[in-house]
Antibody
Framework: EVQLVESGGGLVQPGGSLRLSCAAS????????MSWVRQAPGKGLEWVSV???????YYADSVKDRLTISRDNSNNTVYLEMNSLRPEDTAVYYC?????????????WGQGTMVTVSS | DIQMTQSPSSLSASVGDRVTITCQAS??????LNWYQKKPGKAPKLLIY???DLETGVPSRFSGSGSGTDFTFTISSLQPEDFATYYC?????????FGQGTNLDIK
């Protein structure tokens, strides 16, 4: 079965760090554009970051220099390292699979993991 | 950044109604436009990709059209399970951007 399973969310103080994991099964993450998308409470969807099949990474301005996307091909897992967290980073974080040749639509999503930044 | 403007932001309709949502991009995005359905507590679901292509397994009552800057998403006959929030999303340029969402509820 093709699926994504996120983990690693939780409660963290402002300025703190977390690492989110997104374990894939049924497909190979290194062949796809893999993104993180978040939804703050009561808000809409916000794209956060992407890692291309070739390894290039890109970020939304709101998270640049604080969040880092990476990939472990041997574990077929995508990560989101989150540093210098702010209250406005509070959201459900989803990882999502894009296409192989072009980004395309996000056709497979994880169940989401909640990150709460609060003192 | 490319701004995606959805209209309306909310919509009340009845089962069996035809519903249309529009999405306007701030610059030409060709057909690099997707539509998603989002229900509370659930992950988003891809319905339409590349402006008009129906994702596998999605009912044919959902459709999309448009290119360039103006796009339309239609549900031909609303079913009870269709009440949700709908988002457009462009992937023509980074950063990928979503519309603000259209909340579709029961009249």
């Amino acid at each position: 079965e093709v699926q994504l399973v996120e983990s690693g969310g939780g409660l963290v103080q402002p300025g703190g760090s977390l690492r989110l994991s997104c374990a894939a099964s049924g497909f190979t993450v290194r062949r796809h554009y893999m993104s993180w998308v978040r939804q703050a409470p009561g808000k809409g969807l916000e794209w956060v970051s992407v890692i291309y099949s070739g390894g290039s990474t890109y970020y939304a301005d709101s998270v640049k220099d604080r969040l880092t996307i990476s990939r472990d091909n041997s574990n077929n897992t995508v990560y989101l390292e989150m540093n210098s967290l702010r209250p406005e980073d509070t959201a459900v974080y989803y990882c999502a699979r894009g296409g192989t040749i072009i980004p395309g639509g996000f056709d497979i999503w994880g169940q989401g993991t909640m990150v709460t930044v609060s003192s | 950044d490319i701004q995606m403007t959805q209209s309306p932001s909310s919509l009340s309709a009845s089962v069996g109604d035809r519903v249309t949502i529009t999405c306007q991009a701030s610059q030409d995005i060709s057909n690099f436009l997707n539509w998603y359905q989002k229900k509370p507590g659930k992950a988003p679901k891809l319905l339409i990709y590349d402006a008009s292509d129906l994702e596998t397994g999605v009912p044919s009552r959902f459709s999309g059209s448009g290119s360039g800057t103006d796009f339309t998403f239609t549900i031909s006959s609303l079913q009870p399970e269709d009440f949700a929030t709908y988002y457009c999303q462009q992937y023509a340029n980074l950063p990928y951007t979503f519309g603000q969402g259209t909340n579709l509820d029961i009249k």
